[in-house]
């Protein structure tokens, strides 16, 4: 709250410091509703891109890019109602201006947040405890992808070698225990860290994400945890269509000049239509045609059969890997939400092989088929393309059980961000070879 207090402070700043660059005759003081109003529109709006977040262990990068989106919505918006409600403060020199000193006001408060929240959080020793050196290599690879500065990966221990890792212990601020560990370890592993003080990250199993929203209960002298049963109402669904159908008519118009431009590009610059179908599993598993613009070469897996695609697939036109970065490629699918087989937001769809192979290995993927497929989800928004389909799952259950109507909003004004983060659409990186060593010449030792 004292965050958001402050940016609403720095509105009513640019505004004052607006008025006075351009001499206007009307002053902020003389509109202090409006300038509240604005103020508390701008914040609105940051909170629903997320900007509110925790800071510590995030790129700076991204809070950029959610200030120039907000901030240009929100003069939008203001430029928009001074052509209703006529005020001289409004102008549209006023409004830019005002803006600009804005982004540099927030851009430069956040930043030396930013820092301090880095200064304090930083720096991190982290130690990767897993049963096996495979999945524990996967995991380093997380934390030497992630925003720099934060984390520091000091070695990688096997859940088995107590002693060793009780002593190792004392050096490091940061545990991060497998999940592919088991149940016995873990509790093993959870004390030793209590009992020194150490921070402990855990990847959740499945029927962890299913606990997240438990309440506290007691039956006689038993602690117990009481999962809630997520019900759908009959007013979520109506809330949740009559999103789908607005935002969808309002995405088609706003993204049809791009969308002729693309079926252009394709058919131009490669050989084959520009759109294609493609059947997918919806609700309930019942398949569907899901429309998509072609970003690979015409009959990709007439000789391989079904393949997911990697980060540098050959099969990829190089229109398509533009497409991909900026998620283009599924704007089709609007048709598809506009037919009742699609919702903006929730779990992607995946093909017929695909959900039996991964049902077959993960029991709770059905589980995502309960509800409609979305355009966007929580998994394309918080994941990556080259992102394990286990890692993309624990972000669905999560979104299925939090559903909210706030929740879909954020996703889709997130995913609209992500368009321009080209480095979110990109596979995960390999560890460089000398990192890798160390890593596990310290298993080893």
């Known amino acids: 709250?004292?965050?958001?207090?402050?940016?609403?402070?720095?509105?009513?700043?640019?505004?004052?410091?607006?008025?006075?660059?351009?001499?206007?005759?009307?002053?902020?003081?003389?509109?202090?509703?409006?300038?509240?109003?604005?103020?508390?529109?701008?914040?609105?709006?940051?909170?629903?891109?997320?900007?509110?977040?925790?800071?510590?262990?995030?790129?700076?990068?991204?809070?950029?890019?959610?200030?120039?989106?907000?901030?240009?919505?929100?003069?939008?918006?203001?430029?928009?109602?001074?052509?209703?409600?006529?005020?001289?403060?409004?102008?549209?020199?006023?409004?830019?201006?005002?803006?600009?000193?804005?982004?540099?006001?927030?851009?430069?408060?956040?930043?030396?947040?930013?820092?301090?929240?880095?200064?304090?959080?930083?720096?991190?020793?982290?130690?990767?405890?897993?049963?096996?050196?495979?999945?524990?290599?996967?995991?380093?690879?997380?934390?030497?992808?992630?925003?720099?500065?934060w984390y520091i990966v000091t070695g990688l221990f096997l859940a088995s070698g107590k002693k060793r890792l009780e002593n190792s212990l004392q050096e490091v601020d940061v545990v991060l225990i497998s999940p592919l560990v088991d149940e016995k370890q873990r509790t093993r592993l959870v004390s030793l860290c209590v009992k020194y003080e150490k921070e402990i990250l855990i990847v959740p199993q499945f029927f962890e994400v299913f606990i997240q929203g438990s309440t506290q209960q007691q039956v006689d002298d038993m602690l117990v945890l009481s999962i809630p049963v997520v019900e759908s109402t009959i007013v979520k669904r109506v809330l949740k269509r009559t999103f789908d159908v607005v935002g969808s008519f309002l995405l088609v118009v706003a993204t049809s000049p791009v969308m002729i431009s693309l079926w252009m590009l394709i058919r131009l610059t490669s050989k084959g239509p520009a759109l294609f179908k493609q059947e997918r599993l919806g609700i309930n598993g019942q398949p569907y045609l899901i429309y998509k613009f072609r970003s690979m070469v015409q009959d990709a897996e007439k000789e391989t059969g079904p393949v997911l695609a990697t980060a540098r697939d050959s099969r990829i036109t190089p229109i398509g890997k533009w497409m991909r970065a900026t998620r283009l490629d599924e704007l089709p699918q609007l048709y598809n939400v506009v037919k009742g087989e699609m919702s903006l937001v929730g779990p992607r769809p995946e093909r017929k092989f695909f959900c039996d192979q991964f049902q077959r290995e993960m029991a709770e993927y059905s589980y995502r088929m309960t509800v409609k497929p979305g355009l966007t989800g929580l998994a394309q928004v918080m994941a990556k393309y080259a992102t394990t389909p286990e890692d993309k799952l624990r972000f669905d259950l999560f979104y299925i059980r939090n559903y909210s109507l706030g929740s879909d909003i954020k996703i889709v004004l997130q995913t609209i961000r992500i368009l321009f983060q080209r480095?979110?659409?990109?596979?995960?990186?390999?560890?460089?070879?000398?990192?890798?060593k160390e890593i596990i010449t310290t298993t080893r030792s």
Not at 55 to 79: D, E, H, N, Q, W
């Open 1 to 149: 709250m004292s965050l958001v207090l402050f940016d609403i402070a720095l509105i009513h700043l640019g505004y004052f410091t607006a008025s006075l660059l351009l001499n206007s005759a009307a002053s902020p003081l003389d509109n202090a509703q409006s300038v509240t109003y604005i103020a508390a529109l701008t914040c609105g709006v940051l909170y629903l891109f997320g900007f509110y977040l925790d800071l510590k262990r995030k790129g700076f990068t991204p809070l950029i890019y959610i200030i120039l989106f907000s901030i240009t919505i929100v003069a939008f918006l203001s430029v928009l109602g001074g052509s209703y409600y006529p005020m001289q403060y409004l102008s549209l020199e006023v409004v830019l201006t005002a803006s600009l000193i804005h982004v540099i006001l927030l851009i430069g408060s956040r930043f030396i947040f930013w820092r301090i929240v880095k200064g304090l959080h930083g720096q991190k020793k982290v130690l990767i405890v897993a049963n096996d050196e495979t999945s524990g290599i996967a995991l380093a690879d997380k934390f030497l992808s992630h925003h720099k500065g």
């Open 423 to 436: 480095g979110q659409a990109r596979g995960v990186g390999e560890i460089n070879n000398r990192k890798k």
